[in-house]
């Protein structure tokens, strides 16, 4: 029987939509983050020596089975600080095989954040949370984040440990998944929770945290999908918000989300993505 020429422009598009879009999730992953302060006269400079420099290294341990995919974000503004929080700039995203492994091959090295002007804030290794890793960390992804102007966001959070478990259960089990459900109704791009496992070196005045999000929004976005998505996979509830009050983590009617007793936001970052510095 003949298909419906409808029937399969419409199996056609939802086969080449799930080329794209990473459902479920992309799977554990370890990463190391390498967050720096670059001077404003420095900034043309040190970009050009990631690309001269840094950018081939990394492709050779590519191939050496050390690391697999490296993003660098640059901050647009600060949306939201804690007061004393030092300035930063640059973040090196690197997804490796063994973090330790790919330390070491990085200290042998003198690297482009070595330069006067720039400052090393901080170097720390994480991990994915189970079901909340939606990176689209693809040369495809890179493709259409780069067509559709993809706004990203990170952001940096505390929360307390006695709470983290919960806190990561809630996202693997709830938040993630919700996430990953807005991301393939095609309303967000990406959503990654990662958690820190070790702090390598923390520059004296720097804040702690045990968390990091990186999120991805389209220009314009849907507001309330993944309250919906919420709704989806846990009836009942309404929203996020109250979500997380009923999970322990209430918040504050009078302030932005992500600001409760249990949970502090150090620094929340507009970034854009140096797409030509990105490896895949």
């Known amino acids: 029987m003949k298909t419906p020429p409808a029937l399969a422009l419409a199996c056609f598009q939802i086969a080449a939509y799930s080329q794209t879009v990473p459902y479920p999730d992309e799977g554990p ?3 190391v983050w390498r967050i720096l302060s670059v001077g404003e006269a420095q ?3 040190f970009v050009a020596c990631l690309a001269k420099n840094d950018l081939p290294f990394w492709r050779d341990l590519k191939k050496k089975g050390l690391l697999a995919k490296v993003s660098v974000f640059e901050t647009t503004a600060v949306d939201g600080s804690k007061p004393g929080v030092p300035a930063w700039n640059f973040v090196v995203s690197t997804e490796v095989a063994a973090a330790d492994s790919f330390l070491q091959a990085v ?7 070595s330069a006067p002007g720039i400052e090393l804030r901080r170097i720390e290794t994480l991990k994915t949370t189970p079901n909340a890793h939606y990176a ?5 992804g890179d493709r259409i984040a780069r067509e559709k102007k993809v706004e990203f966001r990170i952001e940096y959070i505390a929360v307390d440990p ?3 478990d919960r806190w990561n259960e809630l996202y693997s089990t709830t938040v993630g998944p919700a996430a990953g459900s807005v991301i393939q109704s095609g309303s967000s791009f990406s959503a990654d929770a990662l958690l820190t496992v ?3 070196y923390s520059q004296p005045g720097m804040p702690d945290w045990n968390c990091i999000h990186v999120l991805g929004r389209f220009p314009r976005a849907q507001r309330g999908a993944l309250d919906a998505a919420i709704r989806q996979i846990s009836p009942g509830i309404g929203s996020f918000r109250e979500l997380m009050a009923q999970s322990g983590f209430p918040l504050p009617q009078d302030q932005p989300v992500g600001f409760h007793s249990f949970v502090t936001n150090r620094r929340n970052d507009s970034v854009r993505q140096l797409f030509d510095l990105a490896l895949r």
Request: aromatic share 4%; with cysteine.
């Open 162 to 164: 006695a709470k983290l």
């Open 198 to 200: 070790k702090v390598n």
């Open 43 to 45: 900034r043309d400079t």
């Open 107 to 113: 200290e042998k090295r003198k690297a482009c954040d």
């Open 136 to 140: 689209r960390a693809t040369v495809e």
């Open 29 to 31: 992953a370890v990463f």
